[in-house]
């Protein structure tokens, strides 16, 4: 009886991270997706975003500002990767290894340590809060993650619908006929990337303020999460073709990890300390069984 407690008092806390880390997974999705590059920049994007907000907020600025900031931090640090693909020809996955290595170094110089606390320092949950003080702190994040969701998708699903948005998707479906329309693939990678590590930087800013400090190591297995929830959600809601509904399937993906995670801990299933890897076994098992599924179906009949 007391797990299951346990498990229903955890899910308002889940849910609410996993809108809020569903904002990242979007972001994996622009380059996973629809860029078709394998970028692993997004595990220092995310703790930069949490780093930069954190160091605005301490500074006095205004909660609100700090997420900009830190926006503008992530979309940096992805045209870097963005630059070293496509302008030098580096590999896409270790173009993202170099700026991810380069960011953790940065981000301890951004903070000065490894970790920023805002216990006196006042953050959106807490505005929030102030104008619902009788709603739990959770509550409070889930109504500012759907609210922040809302307008990414909206912003993200008209952008992309946008002559430069549509060359962004066309280039990663097919960059020769891209390219022998004119179109600039190199720049449309390097915005791409650019756009999609803002997003990361967003979430990560977004959870430095729901959970009162900012760390340098936040953003580790970021990219595994954030293609746990690509996955799960596919499975759950491939069957919608539209790109709105493919973001929307990206935080329902996001929301139900959180909430496995959640009740595996709560269940003492999984030690703390295994986390990482129940998140790989689980990426890895989404992964490989649709593939085993089609190798099935596909396979000759041998007639008796």
């Given at each position: 009886m007391?797990?299951?407690?346990?498990?229903i008092?955890?899910?308002?806390?889940?849910?609410?991270?996993g809108?809020l880390?569903?904002?990242?997974?979007?972001?994996?999705?622009?380059?996973?997706?629809?860029?078709?590059?394998?970028?692993?920049?997004?595990?220092?994007?995310?703790?930069?975003?949490?780093?930069?907000?954190?160091?605005?907020?301490?500074?006095?600025?205004?909660?609100?500002?700090?997420?900009?900031?830190?926006?503008?931090?992530?979309?940096?640090?992805?045209?870097?990767t963005?630059?070293?693909?496509?302008v030098?020809?580096?590999p896409?996955?270790?173009?993202?290894?170099?700026?991810?290595?380069?960011?953790?170094?940065?981000?301890?110089?951004?903070?000065?340590?490894?970790?920023?606390?805002?216990?006196?320092?006042?953050?959106?949950?807490?505005?929030?809060?102030?104008?619902?003080?009788n709603?739990k702190?959770?509550?409070?994040?889930?109504?500012?993650?759907?609210?922040?969701?809302v307008?990414?998708?909206?912003?993200?699903?008209?952008?992309?619908?946008?002559?430069?948005?549509?060359?962004?998707?066309?280039?990663?479906?097919?960059?020769?006929?891209?390219?022998?329309?004119?179109?600039?693939?190199?720049?449309?990678?390097?915005?791409?990337?650019?756009i999609?590590?803002?997003?990361?930087?967003?979430?990560?800013?977004?959870?430095?303020?729901?959970?009162?400090?900012?760390?340098?190591?936040?953003?580790?297995?970021?990219?595994?999460?954030?293609?746990?929830a690509?996955?799960?959600?596919?499975?759950?809601?491939?069957?919608?073709?539209?790109?709105?509904?493919?973001?929307?399937?990206?935080?329902?993906?996001?929301?139900?990890?959180?909430?496995?995670?959640?009740?595996?801990?709560?269940?003492?299933?999984?030690?703390?300390?295994?986390?990482?890897?129940?998140?790989?076994?689980?990426?890895?098992?989404?992964?490989?069984?649709?593939v085993?599924?089609?190798r099935?179906?596909?396979?000759?009949q041998?007639?008796e």
């Amino acid at each position: 009886m007391g797990v299951i407690m346990g498990i229903i008092s955890s899910l308002p806390g889940a849910l609410s991270q996993g809108v809020l880390w569903g904002i990242m997974a979007l972001g994996v999705y622009i380059t996973y997706k629809i860029l078709d590059i394998a970028d692993l920049t997004v595990d220092g994007s995310f703790a930069l975003g949490g780093s930069v907000c954190a160091m605005c907020i301490v500074g006095g600025m205004h909660p609100m500002l700090a997420i900009l900031v830190a926006i503008i931090a992530g979309c940096i640090a992805g045209a870097v990767t963005g630059i070293l693909h496509a302008v030098f020809d580096i590999p896409a996955i270790l173009a993202g290894i170099l700026t991810q290595l380069g960011l953790y170094s940065i981000n301890l110089r951004i903070m000065g340590r490894s970790n920023t606390p805002l216990l006196k320092q006042e953050t959106i949950v807490d505005k929030l809060a102030g104008l619902l003080p009788n709603m739990k702190n959770s509550y409070t994040t889930l109504i500012i993650g759907i609210l922040a969701v809302v307008i990414v998708i909206l912003v993200s699903y008209w952008f992309f619908g946008t002559e430069v948005g549509s060359e962004i998707r066309a280039t990663g479906n097919n960059e020769a006929m891209v390219k022998a329309l004119g179109g600039n693939t190199r720049l449309m990678k390097a915005l791409g990337l650019a756009i999609s590590n803002g997003l990361v930087a967003l979430s990560g800013a977004l959870v430095c303020q729901s959970q009162g400090y900012a760390d340098v190591n936040s953003g580790q297995g970021a990219i595994v999460t954030g293609l746990a929830a690509i996955v799960i959600g596919n499975v759950l809601l491939g069957w919608g073709k539209s790109f709105g509904m493919k973001m929307i399937s990206v935080i329902t993906g996001s929301v139900i990890y959180r909430i496995v995670i959640a009740i595996v801990m709560q269940a003492g299933w999984v030690d703390t300390s295994d986390t990482k890897l129940f998140s790989a076994i689980l990426v890895a098992i989404a992964l490989a069984v649709p593939v085993l599924i089609e190798r099935h179906r596909n396979r000759p009949q041998v007639e008796e």
